[in-house]
């Protein structure tokens, strides 16, 4: 089993032209498989991606990458929810779902679960699995011993089970926007100020220690998950794919450094040490290791 990389969407409100400048170095340079595309983040974004998604699709089918489309993670108003049912009803190949609303218009035809949606057990997987799941990215906070079981049933299931390998975890999504809260703005008049912040938002505790990251109206950590020094192990119970999810970095250089492990080409810890002085947040491993997920475990 070889096992492949997944490029997950961009969660950071960047700019149109970086955004688009960003899957074009994707599509020519990065050794990876799966694309993800689609604001899943907030719907008030998505239009400023609208026209240059059908070009960035285009152009990464081209360079021999997979694309699948990503649904929101929440979903509210009647156009947001008319706006998810047009996404599932394209049929433009496989649709990863991000929330249980998604999950219903989907059942029946082949799709994707994203990582926002609680897979935490195998009776949940098979359920899944007989919806017509393909492959189930695994929530980032679960430990080794269960990713195992999971992987375990994945395989006597047909399911590809992945896991999130770097990149900050998201936490947790709201109706409201702590980001324009933050700046003493409404979410209705936020005048999008979360694109003042390409990697996120740090937030502090009160003694002024890095606590998590706001993204609009997602919550996610501090630390960038980083599992290098672990993949010979997930390779080993079963798990096929890898998620990478993009930060405002190199990601060409990311994607090379875990194709190179993978590959049995570079040492998984070395790789963590290169790759931790290109991010300006320390690397975490915790929960993998059932303990605190701000943690870093040798």
């Known amino acids: 089993m070889t096992a492949s990389l997944t490029l997950g969407p961009v969660l950071f409100n960047w700019p149109v032209d970086r955004w688009r400048d960003f899957y074009a170095r994707i599509a020519d340079e990065a050794p990876v498989d799966t694309v993800i595309v689609g604001e899943i983040v907030c719907f008030k974004r998505a239009p400023f991606f609208a026209e240059a998604m059908g070009e960035v699709i285009e152009r990464l089918t081209a360079a021999g990458k997979t694309v699948w489309l990503a649904s929101p993670i929440l979903v509210g108003s009647e156009r947001e929810r008319s706006a998810m049912r047009d996404l599932v009803s394209a049929d433009a190949g496989i649709v990863e779902a991000n929330d249980m609303g998604a999950l219903a218009l989907l059942a029946g035809r082949p799709h994707a679960v994203g990582p926002t949606i609680n897979v935490y057990n195998e009776a949940t ?8 799941a393909v492959a189930v990215s695994l929530p980032a906070e679960l430990p080794a011993v269960t990713v195992a079981a999971l992987a375990k049933a994945g395989r006597e ?9 770097w990149g900050r975890a998201p936490l947790a999504i ?11 703005l409404h979410k209705d008049g936020c005048q999008f100020v979360c694109g003042n912040d390409p990697d996120g938002l740090p937030v502090t505790t009160m003694d002024g220690q890095p606590f998590l990251t706001v993204n609009g109206t997602q919550t996610m950590s501090h630390g ?11 390779v080993e119970m079963g798990v096929s794919r890898f998620r990478l999810s993009p930060q405002a970095m190199d990601m ?10 993978l590959d049995g080409k570079r040492d998984g810890a070395e790789v963590a040490a290169e790759l931790g002085g290109l991010i300006g947040a ?3 491993n915790g929960f993998y290791h059932d303990t605190a997920g701000a943690l870093r475990v040798a």
Do not use: D, I, K
């Open 125 to 132: 997987l098979a359920w899944m699995a007989e919806r017509g």
């Open 157 to 165: 299931l047909g399911v590809a089970v992945e896991v999130q390998a």
């Open 174 to 184: 709201s109706a409201r926007c702590y980001h324009a809260r933050a700046h003493g």
């Open 224 to 234: 960038c998950l980083c599992l290098t020094a672990e993949l010979p192990a997930l």
């Open 252 to 261: 060409v250089r990311v994607a090379e450094a875990f194709r190179a492990v």
């Open 282 to 284: 320390p690397l975490v």
